[in-house]
């Protein structure tokens, strides 16, 4: 059974104006990160991954084939805690830049998705009939045109469960930007049971506001998928 008098002394620390800035602050980073870093890396997979998928015929193309495929193993083989703290206390420090923690958690975990969501764009635009694309270069539309227009907009539909998925992956994860002293909601309610000499009511808070955030975030893509499903039938 569940000890009020733990809960109680966990209300009384969290109706502290300071502890409440900080599961705000917490829970806004949290997202801000899973957000941003999500947003980076959309758009560095539907780079890699139109890469990936295009045709070699020119040198240049091998070569970027090939640094793309690199960063992919390199980010998908790595721990991401690995990658904050190589990121923060190794080549940062070793190229002279200092840059703010959260801005460092944003890009690291931008990166860090852009090589899971390459693969996803890649599987998704070779789920697209391969006439869609030979249809719109006989109309005259050039290979970059036809991509952009015709074949990556059918491959998002078809992606947008994996992509809901990767952003649900991105909340969880979060929780490691705390190795880089970033105040997440692990970090926030951590140094809540820390103070208050107490572990188990703030934990038990913590993952209900995980849990929270994950259900809103899948009522968002299923309502997604159903507007693309209703323009489909519309079709």
Known sequence: MLNW?????????????????LILEGLRNT???AVLGLLIGLVIGIIVGIIKVA?????????????????VTVFRGTP???????????????????????????????????????EIIRGGINSV???????????GLSYNVSMVKVVIPQAI?????????????????????????????????????????????????MSVMYILLIVVISFFVKLIEKLFAKSDRRK
């Open 157 to 205: 539909k078809n992606i947008i469960p994996s992509i809901g998925n990767e952003f649900i992956t991105l909340i969880k994860e979060t929780s490691v930007a705390s190795f880089i002293s970033v105040m997440d909601l692990y970090n926030a309610f951590k140094n809540i049971g820390d103070s208050s000499l107490e572990k188990m009511v703030p934990y038990l808070v």
């Open 5 to 21: 008098a733990k809960v109680e002394k966990f209300i009384e620390y969290i109706t502290q104006p300071y502890y409440q800035n």
């Open 129 to 139: 009939d391969k006439g869609q694309l030979e249809a719109s270069r006989a109309l």
């Open 80 to 118: 991401i805690v690995v990658q904050l703290l190589l990121a923060y206390y190794v080549i940062l420090p070793m190229c002279n830049i200092m840059i703010d923690k959260l801005l460092v958690a944003i890009i690291v975990f931008g990166l860090n998705s852009g090589a899971y969501i390459t």
């Open 31 to 33: 997202v801000l990160i």
């Open 55 to 71: 045709p070699k015929y020119k040198w240049y193309l091998k070569v970027l084939d090939k640094i793309c495929g690199a960063y």
